[in-house]
């Protein structure tokens, strides 16, 4: 795999920043889905996971959030990057793959995106996004994840069943988007914490496919509950692409110029930006 395939993967799907995926067939689970079980509602089961990981009250208090840490790829002729992930409400987005040789940034201001990645002449080469980039970018989860605050999102919840992940008993939560588009949701069934989340991407042709990602390794962060490793996968098979987030800053300054086309064509910059510790 690629620099810009990673960045491209995992910065979109699991944090808000849009990509655009060559995927053309679902993830397999591998698990099979029980019947509902009788006893908590979908409600119930998303209302207890926003408690454990926090509490709303205290999501809707964390206006930004910068993650760092490095990403891994077996398929990579880099194993190992380092990243920054900036986020600001509503729906802002700047993610920077920092290596030297493969250095990549893309931005999203809530509404348009641009990308930028050294040319072979190490010049910038500055791109909007497609029409499927951003309406992946627009569907995102946010900084918070796809059950916090679902209700103000304009999203319903159904309870599909129980599965098993890992040896682990997993309420599968239907999350169903205001725009239409379904989501999956797997909520360990003991800590109520969110193990896995299923959603939809587009090749650049519109053509669909799953994006499978799992949340492992939770710490607390200022009372939060936030994963410090995400697992990306396309399709069925392969190890899987790792998020592994070293650092946390909730509610640095961010300024709204960082998401701006201009903070693109301008290039990956440093010592100047919050860094969180």
């Known amino acids: 795999m690629k620099i810009s395939r990673i960045t491209t993967v995992i910065a979109t799907v699991v944090l808000a920043t849009a990509g655009c995926l060559p995927l053309a067939t679902a993830a397999a689970s591998g698990e099979s889905t029980e019947p509902v079980p009788a006893g908590l509602t979908a409600e119930q089961i998303v209302d207890r996971s926003v408690e454990v990981r926090g509490g709303l009250q205290a999501w809707h208090k964390i206006v930004t959030i910068i993650w760092a840490g490095h990403l891994e790829s077996q398929r990579s002729a880099v194993s190992t990057v380092p990243f920054q992930l900036e986020e600001k409400r509503p729906g802002k987005s700047r993610f920077e793959i920092s290596e030297p040789s493969h250095r990549s940034l893309r931005v999203f201001d809530g509404t348009s995106g641009w990308k930028m990645k050294l040319g072979e002449d190490g010049r910038p080469d500055v791109k909007q996004f497609t029409a499927q980039e951003v309406r992946y ?32 008993k997993t309420y599968r939560i239907g999350v169903r988007l205001a725009t239409g588009e379904l989501q999956t949701v797997w909520v360990d069934a003991k800590s109520f914490l969110e193990d896995r989340y299923d959603r939809t991407a587009y090749s650049t042709t519109g053509v669909p496919g799953t994006v499978t990602v799992r949340v492992r390794d939770y710490k607390e962060v200022e009372g939060l509950a936030v994963p410090s490793v995400i697992e990306i996968s396309g399709a069925a098979g392969g190890t899987p692409d790792r998020m592994v987030i070293e650092r946390v800053a909730l509610n640095p300054p961010i300024d709204d110029r960082e998401f701006e086309g201009l903070g693109a064509a301008r290039g990956p910059t440093t010592g100047s930006r919050t860094t969180p510790r």
Do not use: M
């Open 137 to 168: 970018a627009r569907s995102a989860p946010g900084l918070e994840g796809p059950l916090i605050d679902y209700r103000a999102k304009g999203s319903t919840v159904e309870l599909e069943g129980t599965e098993d992940l890992e040896g682990h």
